[in-house]
């Protein structure tokens, strides 16, 4: 008898804790992220999922909300990225080879390593995203904002920044041969650190870009 009294005490117990959690953390309950990537992705909700070496290549995740999401090492060749929300996203050493990326928001996003050959990140939102030795050959970066973006290292060749906002950007070590800068923002960006025109040997539009030291 007193066991079955023991069992139904912790039983009001364990039912009393849940409904507070339930009340004191409604989004816990309600609004949690579907992480199942077997559906319709696109404006899907995947903010923090877990996505780690996850395969999407060729996925449509239009608008999708990918805030904080972990992304390391995942496969999203030729994805359709057009106006997701990947701020904070985790895409270290991710692949997105030919991906659209056409005015997502990349506030913050780790993208070291990152393989983004190719990739349509027109009109992108970059503020301080972290593109450390990140391959953008071939890039299309048309009227991206990348004010405060760390750039070191990166493989930028053939490159279009044509309008880019590269504010305060750090460019060291970059390799900018061959990439097009008419009527970027180069203000405050450096490399050693300044940004001149020696430094930009081989970039194409020098005599429209704002901010060079000389």
């Known amino acids: 008898m007193n066991n079955m009294r023991a069992i139904i005490t912790r039983a009001i117990i364990a039912t009393s804790v849940a409904v507070c959690a339930i009340v004191a953390v409604p989004d816990l309950t309600f609004a949690a992220p579907d992480c199942n990537l077997k559906r319709d992705l696109v404006r899907a909700d995947l903010s923090g999922c877990f996505l780690i070496l996850a395969d999407l290549s060729g996925a449509n995740l239009e608008g999708a909300n990918l805030f904080g999401a972990n992304l390391e090492g995942a496969n999203l060749t030729g994805a359709n990225l057009t106006g997701a929300d990947l701020f904070g996203a985790d895409l270290t050493v991710a692949t997105l080879t030919r991906a659209n990326l056409t005015g997502a928001?990349?506030?913050r996003a780790n993208l070291l390593a990152a393989n983004l050959t190719g990739a349509n990140l027109s009109s992108a939102t970059m503020y301080g995203t972290d593109l450390t030795r990140a391959n953008l050959t071939g890039a299309d970066l048309r009227g991206a904002d990348l004010t405060r973006a760390t750039l070191t290292g990166a493989d930028m060749r053939g490159a279009d920044l044509r309008g880019?906002?590269?504010?305060?950007?750090?460019?060291?070590?970059?390799?900018?041969?061959?990439?097009?800068?008419?009527?970027?923002?180069l203000t405050d960006a450096f490399r050693r650190p300044g940004i001149s025109r020696a430094d930009m040997d081989g970039v194409k539009g020098l005599d429209k870009v704002k901010g060079l030291i000389d």
């Open 105 to 107: 928001k990349l506030f």
């Open 164 to 185: 880019a906002n590269l504010t305060g950007a750090n460019l060291s070590s970059a390799d900018l041969f061959g990439a097009n800068f008419t009527d970027a923002d």
